[in-house]
């Protein structure tokens, strides 16, 4: 309990702080390639999986189902890995796909900010950054890429909403 709790407060204190600023700070700090945005990115996004997965596994730890594999004699790698991993994967799954939005938003902003992927590499925010720029004279280069950049995080937004419906076994109607 006592790891369990370290770790929870290590992941309640980082996400006290701002995460687009810790970004935009590893992002200087670590240089502007790609491979390293995303996992300056990755670093501020596991906070909130960490959360879900914990209170899940406590949930699924009160079920009737783990207390009777428990009686049983059942060994706890067996228990993690017949129950409980299995009844994780579709909220980590729904989370993942509501989370690529957030993902791909971050990246453009610090992209748009001039922090984030350089030219010959492209990305919505530095399309949406050179539209912006000349706006006045080629208004389509910033009218496409943020009609496209919204599309993209709408599509996502649905397939998630979608995920979640479909792996949600409370949201499904019994007859």
């Known amino acids: 309990w006592r790891i369990e709790a370290t770790m929870m407060r290590f992941v309640d204190t980082l996400y006290a702080l701002p995460f687009t600023i810790i970004v935009i700070l590893l992002t200087v700090l670590l240089g502007r390639s790609i491979l390293l945005i995303f996992l300056a990115i990755g670093a501020v996004e596991w906070l ?36 409980i991993l299995p009844n994780l994967l579709s909220p980590v799954i729904v989370f993942t796909t509501l989370t690529i939005p957030a993902v791909i938003l971050l990246e ?15 990305s919505w925010g530095v399309l949406i950054n050179e539209g912006a720029v000349k706006l006045d004279i080629y208004p ?27 792996l949600d076994p409370k949201s ?3 007859s």
């Open 140 to 166: 389509w280069m910033l009218i496409f890429p943020a009609l496209f950049f919204s599309l993209t995080i709408f599509a996502f937004n649905f397939v998630g909403d979608g995920l979640r419906d479909a």
């Open 108 to 122: 453009s902003v610090i992209s748009f900010l001039g922090l984030g992927v350089q030219p010959p590499m492209s």
């Open 48 to 83: 909130t999986i960490a959360r879900i997965v914990r209170g899940q596994t406590k949930a699924l730890r009160k079920q009737t189902f783990i207390d009777a594999a428990i009686v049983g004699g059942v060994p706890t790698r067996r228990i993690l890995g017949r129950h």
């Open 172 to 174: 499904s109607v019994e």
